[in-house]
C-alpha cells in the first residue's frame, strides 16, 4: 500500500453517532495531517498532529498518532448532516510535501 | 479568514493548447504548492516553490509544466500543450512555514481537456 492510505474508504453513519477513521503510512514522517474536502471543493485543514505527539484535540476532533505503528486515527464525535464530506490524512517529511491518502468518504444520515 | 483564491474555476481546453492557472496565495504565506487530483484519484503532488524558485517537483511535473510568480501576489501554472490525462482539479496551496503547519489551499481549478 501507498503512504497515507485510510480506512475505511467508505462509511454510512447516523447523525449524533462517531465516526472514526484511520490512516496508515509507510515512511518516517514529520507530521500528520488531516483535511477535509466536500464534493468538488478544495480541501480544508482539519488538524495537525506531530511526530512527537500521540493525541491532539480540536473541538469535536480527536486525532491519534502511534509512529510504532505508523498509524493514525481521526475521530469525530457527534457527528452532523454537515459533516458529510470526503476526508483524507497527509503527511508530511522534512521538506513539507504532503502525501495523500486515498480518502474516506463519511455519510452522515441526518 | 484570509483565502487562497484560485482562477478561473473552470477551464475546457483543446488538446495542445496551453494553459494557464492563476492562484493568489494568502499575502503573507512564503511556500507555494501546486497539487492536482484525477477524478476519483488521490491528491497528487505536483511543485513547491519558494524564494522565487523550485524547491521540489514530481515525477508528474515534466518539461510541459512550469511556475511562476510573476509579481508580488500571483503564482502561475503554466501547462505548455495539454493532454487528454491533464484533466483534473488543480490546487494551490500556501503555507507560512515549511513544516508543522497547516497548508491553505484554494477551491480549485477543474481543467478538462478535450
Known amino acids: 500500500s501507498q503512504q497515507g492510505e485510510e480506512d475505511p474508504q467508505a462509511l454510512s453513519i447516523q447523525e449524533g453517532e462517531n465516526a472514526t477513521m484511520n490512516c496508515s503510512y509507510k515512511?518516517?514522517?514529520?507530521?500528520l495531517q488531516w483535511y477535509r474536502q466536500n464534493s468538488g471543493r478544495g480541501l480544508v485543514h482539519l488538524i495537525l498532529i506531530r511526530s512527537n505527539e500521540r493525541e491532539k484535540h480540536s473541538g469535536r476532533l480527536r486525532v491519534t498518532l502511534d509512529t510504532s505503528k505508523k498509524s493514525s486515527s481521526l475521530l469525530i464525535t457527534a457527528s452532523r448532516a454537515a459533516d458529510t464530506a470526503s476526508y483524507f490524512c497527509a503527511t508530511t517529511t522534512s521538506y513539507g510535501k504532503l502525501t495523500f491518502g486515498q480518502g474516506t468518504i463519511l455519510t452522515v444520515h441526518p | 479568514e484570509p483565502e487562497v483564491t484560485q482562477t478561473p474555476s473552470h477551464q475546457v481546453t483543446q488538446m495542445g493548447q496551453e494553459v494557464i492557472l492563476r492562484c493568489v496565495p494568502i499575502s503573507n504565506h512564503l511556500y507555494f504548492y501546486w497539487y492536482r487530483q484525477i477524478l476519483g484519484q488521490k491528491v497528487e503532488f505536483l511543485v513547491s516553490?519558494?524564494?522565487?524558485?523550485?524547491?521540489?517537483k514530481s515525477e508528474i511535473f515534466d518539461d510541459q509544466f512550469s511556475v511562476e510568480r510573476p509579481d508580488g501576489s500571483n503564482f502561475t501554472l503554466k501547462i505548455r500543450s495539454t493532454k487528454l490525462e491533464d484533466s483534473a482539479m488543480y490546487f494551490c496551496a500556501s503555507s507560512e512555514v515549511q513544516v508543522n503547519y497547516g497548508y491553505t489551499f484554494g477551491s480549485g481549478t477543474r481543467l478538462t481537456v478535450v
Open positions: 515512511t518516517s514522517i514529520n507530521n
Open positions: 516553490f519558494y524564494n522565487n524558485e523550485i524547491s521540489e
